[in-house]
């Protein structure tokens, strides 16, 4: 039997996996969707991706779906022993202060429990 090393790419597909399931009692999920910033990238790349509007440090993953005092969900997704960079805790800090609910994950788990919990919160709808 082959043993698959588990890494933040694979707790993504997992929570993303977990999304699609879980889209029937929560349709908003449909909405959550991955920021591709990490990866190795030649210098030429990097560059162009920049002036395109690549943003280093911005969380991996957004739920675009107001809850609570809560504008939105942005959640960064570590595993192991990853930390969060001096970067993306100013991201999550200044993204806290326009009301989107921040969190920083490990592991595919923890996030789900985390948009479970934020997507139980009253819609902004029924707070009129």
């Known amino acids: 039997m082959r043993c ?6 694979n707790e993504q597909i997992a929570l993303f ?6 889209a029937v009692r929560y349709p908003e999920l449909e909405l ?5 910033n990490e990866g190795k990238r030649s210098v030429r790349t990097g560059s162009r991706l920049k002036k395109a509007g690549l943003k280093s440090g ?31 805790k100013k991201w ?4 806290s202060e326009q009301n989107h609910y921040t969190a920083v994950c490990y592991g595919w788990e923890q996030a789900k ?14 707070l009129i």
Do not use: C
């Open 58 to 88: 911005v969380p991996d993953i957004v739920l675009p779906v107001a809850r609570g005092r809560y504008i939105g969900l942005y959640i960064e997704l570590k595993y192991g022993k990853n930390k969060v960079t001096e970067n993306q």
């Open 113 to 126: 429990d985390v948009i479970e919990e934020y997507l139980n919160l009253p819609s902004a709808s029924k």
């Open 17 to 22: 996996q977990w999304a699609e399931f879980a």
């Open 92 to 95: 999550l800090r200044a993204l």
């Open 32 to 36: 959550m969707y991955h920021v591709p």
């Open 4 to 9: 698959v090393e588990s890494n933040e790419e």
